[in-house]
C-alpha cells in the first residue's frame, strides 16, 4: 500500500467520480442501535458525497428513505423471528450469500463494503469474483463477542476454531476501518493483519441533531409527564440494547443503591429487546418507582428528545473489544457521562469521563451521586464533551475518509471507475 492510502487520502480528481458500493449487513437492518447507526450514517454520508450505495440485509428490519436496501427471503418456519447475538444468525448468513452474490452481479459494484466478519466473509467471496476491492467494518472481536455473550468457553476447542477463523476473515479485506485504535491494536497483535491496511474510522455522531437544546424546555416537561418521571428529579439516562454485556443489570442495581442511600435519582433506559425481563428485574429490586423502562426509542424522530431529559448519561458496558457509538451521542446532548472504564470510552471521552471499574456497582451509583450532587461540574464536563464531539466525531468528514480510501483502493488496484 501507498504512502497516500495509509493517510486515507484520495488519487487527484478521482474522489469527483460517483462510485458504486454495496455494503453488506448481516443483520436486522435498521434497528435503532449500535452497529446499524454505524452503516446508515457511513451510508448517509457517502451518498452527500454522490456515491451510490446499496446496503444487502437480513430481511427483518425497518426501511429507511431514500436508501436502497436489499433483503433476504425470510426463513419458511419462522418468518417473524427477530434475529439477535444468536447461533440462529448462521442461517440468515445462508440466506444472505446468495442474494449477496445475486445483487452484486446485477449491479456490478466498484466497492464491496462488508461490516462484521459475516460481511466481510460473504462480501470477500463477491468481491474476488468481481475482482474488486473488500473494505471490512471491523465492530469489534468476532471471538471476543462469543465470549460475552456466553457462546463458547476460552478453554475450550470451540473457542480455538473460532479464533482461527476469525484470523482467516481479517486477513481477507484489502482495508479494515476500525471504530477505535483499540481495535487497530488488536487486529495488528492477535490476527496478524498488516498495519498499511488498518484505518481508524472511530463512530461518530449526528452533531447537529444530536445537540443541546434540540428540545424545549415546555417539550421536555410533557415528555416527562408521559414517561411519569417526577419533576424536579434528576434524570440518568441510557440508550442502546439492553444486555447483560451491555450492564444493564447493573444500571438497576445502581438504581438500588441510591435509593437505599436515601438518593432521589430516576434512570431513563431506552432501548430493546428484554424489556419485561429487566421490568421484572427493577420490581424484584424495589426501584419499578425510580426506573423508566421505554423499549425501542426512534433513533432519528425521538432519540434526541428523550436523551435530553437526562442529566447525566451512562454507559456501562462490560466488553472490552466492541465500539461503544452511544457515548458520541451523550457527548454531542453536552451531557456528562459515567462509563465503565474501557479503553474505547476513554479514547472517545479522553480526560472528560468519569470512569468507575468495569462491574463496580457501588462505584458507578457513587460517580452518579457526585455529579447528582455537583451541577457547575456536570456543565464543565457536558460543555467539554460537546466541543470534543463537534471536533473529532462528525459523519461528514468520516464519509470523505472512507471515500478517500475507496478510490485510493481502485487506483491501487487499477479498477475502472464506469
Given at each position: 500500500?501507498?504512502?497516500?492510502?495509509?493517510?486515507?487520502?484520495?488519487?487527484?480528481?478521482?474522489?469527483?467520480?460517483?462510485?458504486?458500493?454495496?455494503?453488506?449487513?448481516?443483520?436486522?437492518?435498521?434497528?435503532?442501535?449500535?452497529?446499524?447507526?454505524?452503516?446508515?450514517?457511513?451510508?448517509?454520508?457517502?451518498?452527500?458525497?454522490?456515491?451510490?450505495?446499496?446496503?444487502?440485509?437480513?430481511?427483518?428490519?425497518?426501511?429507511?428513505?431514500?436508501?436502497?436496501?436489499?433483503?433476504?427471503?425470510?426463513?419458511?418456519?419462522?418468518?417473524?423471528?427477530?434475529?439477535?447475538?444468536?447461533?440462529?444468525?448462521?442461517?440468515?448468513?445462508?440466506?444472505?450469500?446468495?442474494?449477496?452474490?445475486?445483487?452484486?452481479?446485477?449491479?456490478?459494484?466498484?466497492?464491496?463494503?462488508?461490516?462484521?466478519?459475516?460481511?466481510?466473509?460473504?462480501?470477500?467471496?463477491?468481491?474476488?469474483?468481481?475482482?474488486?476491492?473488500?473494505?471490512?467494518?471491523?465492530?469489534?472481536?468476532?471471538?471476543?463477542?462469543?465470549?460475552?455473550?456466553?457462546?463458547?468457553?476460552?478453554?475450550?476447542?470451540?473457542?480455538?476454531?473460532?479464533?482461527?477463523?476469525?484470523?482467516?476473515?481479517?486477513?481477507?479485506?484489502?482495508?479494515?476501518?476500525?471504530?477505535?485504535?483499540?481495535?487497530?491494536?488488536?487486529?495488528?497483535?492477535?490476527?496478524?493483519?498488516?498495519?498499511?491496511?488498518?484505518?481508524?474510522?472511530?463512530?461518530?455522531?449526528?452533531?447537529?441533531?444530536?445537540?443541546?437544546?434540540?428540545?424545549?424546555?415546555?417539550?421536555?416537561?410533557?415528555?416527562?409527564?408521559?414517561?411519569?418521571?417526577?419533576?424536579?428529579?434528576?434524570?440518568?439516562?441510557?440508550?442502546?440494547?439492553?444486555?447483560?454485556?451491555?450492564?444493564?443489570?447493573?444500571?438497576?442495581?445502581?438504581?438500588?443503591?441510591?435509593?437505599?442511600?436515601?438518593?432521589?435519582?430516576?434512570?431513563?433506559?431506552?432501548?430493546?429487546?428484554?424489556?419485561?425481563?429487566?421490568?421484572?428485574?427493577?420490581?424484584?429490586?424495589?426501584?419499578a418507582d425510580r426506573v423508566t423502562l421505554t423499549g425501542r426509542v426512534?433513533?432519528?424522530?425521538?432519540?434526541?428528545?428523550?436523551?435530553?431529559?437526562?442529566?447525566?448519561?451512562?454507559?456501562?458496558?462490560?466488553?472490552?473489544?466492541?465500539?461503544?457509538?452511544?457515548?458520541?451521542?451523550?457527548?454531542?446532548?453536552?451531557?456528562?457521562?459515567?462509563?465503565?472504564?474501557?479503553?474505547?470510552?476513554?479514547?472517545?471521552?479522553?480526560?472528560?469521563?468519569?470512569?468507575?471499574?468495569?462491574?463496580?456497582?457501588?462505584?458507578?451509583?457513587?460517580?452518579?451521586?457526585?455529579?447528582?450532587?455537583?451541577?457547575?461540574?456536570?456543565?464543565?464536563?457536558?460543555?467539554?464533551?460537546?466541543?470534543?464531539?463537534?471536533?473529532?466525531?462528525?459523519?461528514?468528514?468520516?464519509?470523505?475518509?472512507?471515500?478517500?480510501?475507496?478510490?485510493?483502493?481502485?487506483?491501487?488496484?487499477?479498477?475502472?471507475?464506469?
Amino acid at each position: 500500500m501507498s504512502a497516500e492510502l495509509s493517510h486515507f487520502s484520495a488519487v487527484s480528481g478521482a474522489e469527483e467520480r460517483p462510485l458504486k458500493i454495496l455494503m453488506v449487513a448481516p443483520t436486522s437492518f435498521f434497528g435503532h442501535y449500535g452497529g446499524h447507526i454505524r452503516i446508515l450514517e457511513e451510508t448517509r454520508a457517502l451518498q452527500e458525497l454522490g456515491h451510490d450505495v446499496t446496503v444487502v440485509t437480513y430481511y427483518k428490519g425497518q426501511d429507511v428513505p431514500d436508501v436502497r436496501i436489499v433483503r433476504t427471503a425470510p426463513l419458511p418456519w419462522r418468518a417473524d423471528y427477530e434475529v439477535g447475538s444468536s447461533r440462529h444468525k448462521l442461517v440468515f448468513d445462508l440466506y444472505l450469500a446468495p442474494k449477496v452474490l445475486q445483487t452484486g452481479l446485477r449491479l456490478r459494484p466498484h466497492i464491496v463494503h462488508g461490516h462484521m466478519h459475516e460481511g466481510a466473509l460473504i462480501g470477500g467471496a463477491l468481491a474476488r469474483l468481481l475482482r474488486v476491492p473488500l473494505v471490512f467494518d471491523f465492530q469489534g472481536s468476532l471471538t471476543g463477542e462469543m465470549l460475552d455473550h456466553g457462546f463458547i468457553r476460552p478453554d475450550g476447542v470451540a473457542y480455538r476454531a473460532w479464533r482461527r477463523a476469525e484470523r482467516a476473515i481479517c486477513r481477507l479485506p484489502h482495508a479494515i476501518l476500525t471504530s477505535s485504535h483499540l481495535a487497530q491494536r488488536l487486529l495488528q497483535t492477535q490476527f496478524g493483519v498488516p498495519p498499511a491496511r488498518i484505518f481508524p474510522l472511530p463512530d461518530c455522531a449526528d452533531i447537529v441533531h444530536f445537540a443541546p437544546g434540540c428540545t424545549t424546555e415546555a417539550e421536555k416537561a410533557q415528555l416527562r409527564r408521559q414517561l411519569a418521571i417526577p419533576p424536579g428529579r434528576p434524570v440518568v439516562a441510557y440508550l442502546g440494547l439492553l444486555a447483560g454485556y451491555q450492564g444493564t443489570e447493573h444500571l438497576l442495581q445502581a438504581a438500588a443503591y441510591l435509593k437505599a442511600a436515601g438518593e432521589d435519582v430516576h434512570f431513563l433506559i431506552m432501548g430493546y429487546p428484554n424489556e419485561d425481563r429487566y421490568r421484572e428485574m427493577a420490581r424484584h429490586l424495589g426501584v419499578a418507582d425510580r426506573v423508566t423502562l421505554t423499549g425501542r426509542v426512534d433513533y432519528y424522530h425521538d432519540a434526541p428528545s428523550f436523551l435530553s431529559l437526562g442529566d447525566i448519561a451512562v454507559s456501562p458496558k462490560m466488553s472490552a473489544t466492541e465500539g461503544s457509538g452511544k457515548v458520541l451521542n451523550y457527548m454531542a446532548m453536552g451531557q456528562p457521562v459515567v462509563a465503565f472504564d474501557s479503553p474505547v470510552h476513554r479514547e472517545y471521552l479522553a480526560e472528560w469521563g468519569v470512569y468507575v471499574p468495569p462491574g463496580d456497582v457501588d462505584g458507578l451509583a457513587n460517580a452518579v451521586a457526585s455529579l447528582v450532587h455537583d451541577p457547575r461540574r456536570r456543565q464543565l464536563i457536558g460543555d467539554r464533551l460537546r466541543s470534543r464531539a463537534t471536533a473529532h466525531y462528525g459523519w461528514r468528514a468520516a464519509g470523505q475518509r472512507i471515500a478517500s480510501l475507496y478510490t485510493n483502493l481502485l487506483y491501487q488496484n487499477s479498477v475502472r471507475i464506469a
